[in-house]
């Protein structure tokens, strides 16, 4: 059975692109454009891995990894943050959220997003 991968991303280019990609290397994608869709369904549905953009409309990527990690039945699902802020603090707070990486999406493409997933799930 194929692995659940779940993206929270509002840019639907980058959306598409990743999504192409995954499905691609045969993963199980569902996506969210805004933090509070992306919350809910993150707290609904089972996922091997959630991919967590921090710049989101409605709820930012740091308040819904707080919720996930909050929580017995989202706590030890991996969220890779997938963001463009890139500043030592931010990748600090990410980790000390919970977050299992910290991938700054300006210096990563597909490919190395896919290599990063695979050593999550």
């Not at 509070?36 to 819904?64: H, V």
């Not at 980790?95 to 990063?116: F, I």
């Amino acid at each position: 059975m194929a692995q659940k991968i779940f993206l929270i991303e509002d840019d639907a280019m980058l959306r598409e692109m990743y999504e192409t990609k995954l499905k691609a290397e045969g993963y199980e994608l569902k996506t969210a454009e805004d933090g509070g869709e992306g919350l809910r369904i993150a707290q609904t549905e089972q996922f091997d891995l959630i991919l967590l953009d921090i710049m989101l409309p409605l709820l930012d990527g740091f308040s819904i990894l707080e919720e996930l990690k909050a929580k017995p039945e989202t706590a030890k699902t991996p969220v890779v943050m997938l963001t463009n802020l890139g500043t030592d603090e931010d990748r600090a707070k990410g980790e000390k959220l919970g977050a299992v990486d910290y991938l700054v999406k300006a210096n990563m493409t597909p490919e190395q997003l896919v290599t990063a997933i695979k050593k999550y799930l």
